[in-house]
């Protein structure tokens, strides 16, 4: 079996590239709505960061991926989700 190289540099544009515009928002990840908060790395991997409607932090590989739903569910529904969000939730998604 081959390692695939890659340029780290590139692999975080990238990465930068596809989550930051939802950075804010409200995501699926493993069939929960949580908030995108943030990426971070560390010496081996990359992170989302998640915050639950509770205000926990969630940490998680960027290999486990996340499901925007902002622009990809009705506005209507979005906002609808929203507000229940911003509702019950100290930390406000956009």
Excluded: C
Aim: net charge negative.
């Amino acid at each position: 079996m081959d390692i695939i190289d890659y340029d780290p540099t590139e692999f975080e544009e990238i990465l930068r590239k596809d989550t930051e515009p939802y950075i804010g928002t409200l995501v699926l990840h493993n069939f929960q709505v949580v908030r995108l908060s943030g990426l971070d790395q560390d010496d081996y991997d990359w992170y989302y960061i998640f915050h639950t409607v509770t205000g926990e932090a969630i940490e998680i590989s960027v290999i486990t991926g996340f499901v925007p739903l902002k622009g990809h569910v009705s506005e209507e529904d979005y906002k609808r989700l929203l507000f229940s969000w911003n509702l019950n939730s100290f930390i406000k998604a956009d």
